[in-house]
C-alpha cells in the first residue's frame, strides 16, 4: 500500500502543485508551537507533539520528504494558498466558515470548548447557570465560537488569554479548550473548575489548500495506514493526550 500511495501522490500533485514548484519531494509542514502536548519546542528548540510528529509520520508514508518549520499563527493558512508551505499541523478546528477556505484531512482528534469557572457555592453549577452571566473568551476561533452560543449570557471579547479575567471577576467564565482548561483548574490548587458539559464539539484536522485534493487524499490514506498499524495509539500514549480517570469533561455528543 505505501508504494501505491507514494507513486499516485507522486504523479496526482504534479498538477495541483504551483506551477513555479513543480513535484514538491518535499512537502513543508508548519505550526506555530505553542500548544503541548500537541505541537511545542523541546530543550533543544525542536518542533515536536502529537501534531507534528503525525503529519511527519503520514507525510513520509505518503512517500515524501518532511520538513517542519515554525510559523505565526497568523500566516500559517494564508501560506498555503501562495505555496510558501504545504500543509498546516497546529490543532485547526474543522469549521464551516474554513472549510470553504481550505481543504481539511480526516478529522484526528476531538475535543471541546467547555466552560472554566471559580470554585465555590454561588459559583455556576451547569451551562444553564450561565444565563444572565458574563461569559468571555479571546480570540475569533472556535472559542468565541461556542462562547456566542450560549444563550443568554453576555458574551465578552477578551483581549488576553489566561485565567486573568475570570480570577480578577471581570466575568464569569471562560470558553477554552478542554486540554488548557483542565490543565487551568488543575493547576489552580482548587480555585478554578471545569463544568462538566461541553459548550461545543471540535475537531481537530490537518489543513492544505484549495486545490490540493490529491495531497489531501494522500494524507488521508496514510492516515488510515498508521491507525491501522497502531501507530497512532503509541503516538498519543508518547505524548499523553488522551483523557486520564479523573477527567472532569464529558464526552462531546
Known sequence: MRKIVAVASLCALAACAPPSRG??????????ATFPPFHFLDDAGTPTGFDIELARRMVEIAGFQAKVEVKPYAVLHSGLASGEHD????????????RE??????PYFETSQVALVRT????PADLAALD????????????AAAMR????????ALSEEGTGPLEE?????????????VAMARA?????RVLREPVASEHYAFVVALGREELRDAIDEALTEIEASGDLAALRARFGVDRDASWPVERAR
Open 120 to 123: 465555590g457555592a454561588d459559583e
Open 169 to 181: 471577576g471581570l466575568v464569569d467564565a471562560i470558553i477554552v479548550d478542554e486540554l488548557d482548561a
Open 87 to 98: 500543509l498546516v499541523a497546529a490543532t485547526t478546528g474543522v469549521t464551516a466558515e474554513r
Open 101 to 106: 477556505k481550505y481543504l481539511f484531512t480526516r
Open 149 to 156: 452560543s450560549i444563550v443568554g449570557a453576555t458574551h465578552v
Open 132 to 143: 444572565g452571566l458574563k461569559v468571555g473568551a479571546s480570540g475569533a476561533g472556535t472559542a
Open 23 to 32: 513535484v514538491p519531494e518535499t512537502i513543508v509542514i508548519v505550526s506555530d
Open 188 to 192: 489552580s490548587e482548587g480555585t478554578l
